[in-house]
């Protein structure tokens, strides 16, 4: 997976606007832990796995030499594709501002490391950025994939609790940290698979998100059949079903596609304001990683595409009232070398 070049995170920009002094005289504060001290796993698809659930969450920023709380949130991070992924929808305020965002992260065994990929919206449109990182002792460390410019730090996990900071560099080698988050736990436990989250309509508020409404017409439960083409030429048919949800006050969309023979396909669909154009970050049970799509619209029909070492993979939903086709596949050489088309109704 080729990461250079990738946009720096929002919210880089958005600490911009809050802040950032200090210096590393300053203890950081560490919350008191609750529960039981977690050890990270030594398998590295599931390090991530004691972030799962919903919490409460306490920002603080460091200004003028002290700490101050600068905000609250909710913080929901829910597993994908049978654990293969990890969503995260986080709503709250920063500086009596709203906040919102989500972020998809998976491992990637081919770097060995987790990509995170993010969008965040403070007041302003939002973009798309990537963080990328690993397992340090018991603490989890993120950077940008071009930089030492920043570091996101998961540290302090206990079965209730953890903490998030970020820090950056000093001229002497050292890092300042300028802000933190600590999360709890909220009782009681949520269930971790989003797939099996209820369908959630954009609420009014949302209006203020115009490029994100443009896909309402996807939301809903939808069934069918479905027929994939795979590389080796053979041909498999089954069942189809299709859950399609707002997420974050209408922020973006979540997208559940599961086959009749087992192939889940989750995408979370957000617009990156900086560059006017729709993303889609992809995962699925068949594959490990996350793959960054951008697409468009035309009419009611989206389509996003990427290039892979594979070839360019499409996808696209074509949707006429009640009935879509959502498409899968892979172009190589001008030729399509596989191929998932499903064929839905909205379900009553």
């Given at each position: 997976m080729d990461l250079q070049g990738f946009a720096r995170p929002m919210l880089l920009s958005i600490i911009m606007m809050v802040g950032c002094a200090g210096n590393g005289a300053v203890p950081v504060p560490e919350m008191p832990s609750q529960g039981a001290a977690i050890p990270l796993p030594d398998d590295p698809h599931r390090q991530f796995d004691f972030w799962l659930g919903e919490w409460d969450v306490q920002n603080k920023h460091l200004r003028e030499g002290d700490w101050n709380d600068s905000g609250t949130a909710v913080a929901l991070i829910q597993a994908v594709v049978d654990g293969g992924a990890v969503l995260e929808q986080w709503n709250g305020e920063l500086r009596g501002d709203p906040l919102i965002g989500f972020s998809l992260r998976a491992y990637d065994p081919e770097l060995g490391k987790w990509p995170v990929y993010l969008?965040?919206?403070?007041?302003?449109?939002?973009?798309?950025?990537?963080?990328?990182?690993?397992?340090?002792?018991?603490?989890?460390?993120?950077?940008?994939?071009?930089?030492?410019?920043?570091r996101y730090t998961f540290s302090l996990v206990h079965e209730d609790s953890c903490q998030w900071n970020q820090a950056h560099p000093?001229?002497?080698?050292?890092?300042?940290?300028?802000?933190?988050?600590?999360?709890?736990?909220?009782?009681?436990?949520?269930?971790?698979?989003?797939s099996n989250a209820p369908i959630r309509q954009p609420p009014d508020s949302a209006a203020g998100f115009a490029q994100t409404r443009q896909l309402d017409f996807l939301i809903g439960a939808w069934s069918g059949t479905a027929t994939e083409l795979a590389a080796d030429g053979s041909e498999q048919q089954?069942?189809?079903q299709a859950r399609v949800s707002s997420m974050i006050e209408g922020f973006g969309l979540l997208q559940f596609v599961d086959l009749g023979w087992g192939a889940k396909y989750f995408a979370?669909?957000?617009?990156?304001?900086?560059?006017?154009?729709?993303v889609a970050l992809s995962a699925d049970n068949r594959s490990d990683g996350i793959l960054r799509l951008v697409g468009e619209i035309a009419d009611r029909t989206v389509t996003f595409s990427a290039d892979t070492p594979e070839g360019e993979v499409v996808e696209r939903w074509s949707c006429d009232?009640?009935?879509?086709?959502?498409?899968?596949?892979?172009?190589?050489d001008g030729r399509i070398v596989a191929r998932v088309t499903a064929d839905l109704e909205r379900d009553e």
């Open positions: 969008n965040w919206h403070g007041g302003r449109p939002g973009g798309f950025g990537l963080m990328i990182g690993s397992r340090n002792g018991e603490s989890m460390e993120l950077f940008p994939p071009d930089s030492n410019t920043s000093t001229e002497d080698g050292g890092w300042t940290t300028d802000w933190v988050m600590q999360f709890t736990r909220r009782q009681p436990p949520l269930a971790v698979d989003a089954g069942a189809a979370a669909l957000g617009h990156d304001g900086g560059a006017e154009a729709w009232g009640d009935r879509c086709r959502w498409v899968r596949s892979v172009h190589l």
